[in-house]
């Protein structure tokens, strides 16, 4: 069965540090991994996928099979940044992915000014 | 384009009675997938509608039972409400082609049982 795990629940940071927020995963097959985010009295919105090599907002992830994990970095934290994230993953049956996600726990980050 | 709407925003309910909740997905999506978050926990799959149909399932009971419309709109009903079910209830729509899907989420429907 696949599981994400985000080892913490909340991570607090200066403006301005380095931040990197953990998530590890566990999947049988190959797996596509998501990071999702909600900002203060907004939705869930999606932040980035391992699949686009993207960088948004200054955050990026690799993917990292070796050690089944898909850590979010920004080398330089803004206040804006606080809010709570999750990392997903979805399952991809048949090499067709339905879009099935499943979902840390997620990391509240607080970005101090 | 607003987006995912779901409604109600709140609900009261009684352990034991019935419960609908109803999504209307973005414009142009076709695929509705339900999610139940607890306090403190990360959303949880229930199941995914897609050409009226559940295409797949989580691991919830049989209680929990859905629809899809031909617009794509699509209700969650549950039966014989549990404590354990107060939740937010988020929809989240999606469309199909390309390798991913992303999916856009709605603003959930807080579900308190009594």
């Known amino acids: 069965a696949q599981r994400v795990t985000q080892p913490e629940k909340l991570l607090s940071v200066f403006k301005g540090a380095p931040v990197e927020l953990k998530c590890n995963y566990s999947?049988?097959?190959?797996?596509?991994l998501f990071w999702y985010v909600q900002y203060s009295r907004q939705r869930l919105q999606l932040l980035l996928r391992?699949?686009s090599r993207e960088s948004i907002k200054g955050f990026t992830a690799d993917l990292n099979k070796g050690e089944t994990s898909f850590h979010l970095k920004k080398p330089f934290a803004q206040e804006e940044d606080s809010a709570m994230y999750y990392c997903?993953?979805?399952?991809?049956?048949?090499?067709?992915?339905?879009?099935?996600?499943?979902f840390g726990q997620g990391t509240i980050l607080t970005v101090h000014p | 384009d607003a987006g995912v709407t779901q409604s109600p925003t709140h609900l009261i309910k009684t352990r034991g009675q019935q419960v609908t909740l109803r999504c209307s997905p973005k414009?142009?999506?076709?695929?509705v997938s339900w999610y139940q978050q607890a306090l403190g926990q990360g959303p949880q799959f229930i199941f995914q509608?897609?050409?009226?149909?559940?295409?797949q399932r989580g691991n919830f009971p049989d209680r929990f039972s859905g629809h899809q419309f031909p617009n794509y709109s699509s209700e969650l009903n549950v039966n014989a409400l549990l404590l354990g079910d107060s939740a937010l209830y988020l929809c989240?729509?999606?469309?199909?082609?390309?390798?991913?899907?992303?999916?856009?989420f709605g603003p959930g429907t807080r579900l308190t049982v009594t």
């Open positions: 989240a729509s999606s469309f199909p082609g390309g390798y991913t899907y992303e999916q856009y």
């Open positions: 999947y049988s097959g190959s797996p596509e």
């Open positions: 391992h699949i």
């Open positions: 997903a993953l979805s399952d991809n049956a048949g090499g067709t992915s339905y879009g099935k996600l499943t």
């Open positions: 414009s142009g999506h076709d695929t």
């Open positions: 509608y897609y050409e009226e149909e559940e295409r």
